[in-house]
């Protein structure tokens, strides 16, 4: 079913590459129908090198509303908006922008409180746990500091490059009091193991962590949305573990992004904490 689009239909647009397994136009115009409301979602292809094309037309759009953004731009945008949420200037990336109608266009990532916040819908709460992440990018460092502040116990953060990882840990340590170290990506002895890693969206792709070295019971999140049981998933099950894949979180953060953007937008009844509303609106950090 597809929205009723007429002159006045506001455009928010989903820009990255490659798209083809990219869920949030297919969620977010089903949130607009619910909503009844006028506005439509569609994909951008746009190469990385393009990208300044790309913001010097989007620009030119007066009926743009709002942009989210994915791989490989959540970084290099941060340099095309006019303001920065106080979520992406924590993170030093971004995934959705605000066209406000002033022609300003303000940039925020809600990649990691909408990590946490579909783990707290499916009973996976990192308070007081012990954590690895594997992946220090983008989302993978929005992740790190929404988990600390949730409250984990420790986290400690691998990414192939050593230094980005240790460079994480310590403005996470900094920033939020949580004891974080960077490490190995070995997942024994921690209660939750998060993939933040593009690992698993292909079928050659190598295990961001050996699941034959998970503790049985751990909890195991895939923040990758496609496919919807990756291997790492299948693996940790076979395991004895409790598995999430990147749906809570895929959601969780167009719940953000979307209050954000002024709508208010309740899928299958969940919700956001009002200080995370708060928090996704800009009112506090």
Same mark, same amino acid.
């Given at each position: 079913?597809?929205? +009723?689009?007429? %002159?006045?239909?506001?455009?928010?647009?989903?820009?990255?590459?490659?798209?083809?397994?990219?869920?949030?136009?297919?969620?977010? *115009?089903?949130?607009?129908?619910?909503?009844?409301?006028?506005?439509?979602?569609?994909? &951008?292809?746009?190469?990385?090198?393009?990208?300044?094309? &790309?913001?010097?037309?989007?620009?030119?759009?007066?009926?743009?509303?709002?942009?989210?953004?994915?791989?490989?731009?959540?970084?290099?945008?941060?340099?095309?908006?006019?303001?920065?949420?106080?979520?992406?200037?924590?993170?030093?990336?971004? *995934?959705?922008?605000?066209?406000?109608?002033?022609?300003?266009?303000?940039?925020?990532? &809600?990649?990691?409180?909408?990590?946490?916040?579909?783990?707290?819908?499916?009973?996976?709460?990192?308070?007081?746990?012990?954590?690895?992440?594997?992946?220090?990018?983008?989302?993978?460092?929005?992740?790190? &500091?929404?988990?600390?502040?949730?409250?984990?116990?420790?986290?400690?953060?691998?990414?192939?490059?050593?230094?980005? @990882?240790?460079?994480?840990?310590?403005?996470?340590? @900094?920033?939020? %009091?949580?004891?974080?170290?960077? %490490?190995?990506?070995?997942?024994?002895?921690?209660?939750?193991?998060?993939?933040?890693?593009?690992?698993?969206?292909?079928?050659?792709?190598?295990?961001?962590? *050996?699941?034959?070295?998970?503790?049985?019971?751990?909890?195991?999140?895939?923040?990758?949305?496609?496919?919807?049981?990756?291997?790492?998933?299948?693996?940790?099950?076979?395991?004895?573990?409790?598995?999430?894949?990147?749906?809570?979180? +895929?959601?969780?953060?167009?719940?953000?992004?979307? +209050?954000?953007?002024?709508?208010?937008?309740?899928?299958? %009844?969940?919700?956001?904490?009002?200080?995370?509303?708060?928090?996704?609106?800009?009112?506090? @950090?």
């Amino acid at each position: 079913m597809m929205p +009723h689009v007429t %002159g006045t239909t506001r455009l928010y647009g989903l820009v990255g590459d490659p798209l083809t397994t990219a869920k949030s136009p297919e969620l977010w *115009n089903r949130l607009f129908i619910e909503q009844r409301a006028d506005a439509v979602c569609i994909p &951008f292809a746009v190469k990385d090198d393009d990208l300044p094309a &790309f913001v010097t037309g989007a620009r030119a759009l007066r009926n743009l509303s709002g942009v989210l953004v994915t791989m490989p731009h959540k970084q290099r945008m941060l340099a095309f908006v006019d303001e920065l949420h106080p979520t992406a200037r924590q993170v030093g990336a971004l *995934n959705v922008i605000r066209c406000d109608k002033d022609g300003r266009w303000i940039g925020a990532i &809600f990649d990691g409180l909408g990590c946490v916040l579909g783990m707290q819908w499916e009973g996976n709460h990192p308070a007081n746990k012990s954590v690895l992440l594997v992946g220090a990018g983008g989302a993978g460092r929005a992740i790190a &500091f929404a988990v600390a502040s949730a409250g984990a116990r420790t986290l400690t953060i691998f990414d192939v490059d050593q230094r980005r @990882a240790d460079d994480l840990a310590k403005s996470v340590a @900094a920033a939020t %009091g949580c004891t974080t170290h960077s %490490g190995s990506a070995d997942p024994l002895g921690f209660e939750i193991v998060i993939n933040a890693t593009p690992l698993g969206m292909n079928t050659n792709d190598p295990m961001p962590v *050996n699941p034959e070295r998970l503790d049985p019971g751990c909890i195991v999140v895939d923040i990758i949305n496609a496919p919807e049981l990756t291997p790492l998933c299948r693996a940790a099950h076979a395991r004895g573990c409790r598995t999430q894949g990147g749906r809570p979180m +895929h959601e969780g953060q167009a719940l953000h992004a979307l +209050h954000f953007l002024g709508f208010d937008c309740r899928p299958d %009844g969940k919700s956001i904490p009002r200080d995370d509303v708060q928090c996704a609106k800009g009112e506090h @950090a």
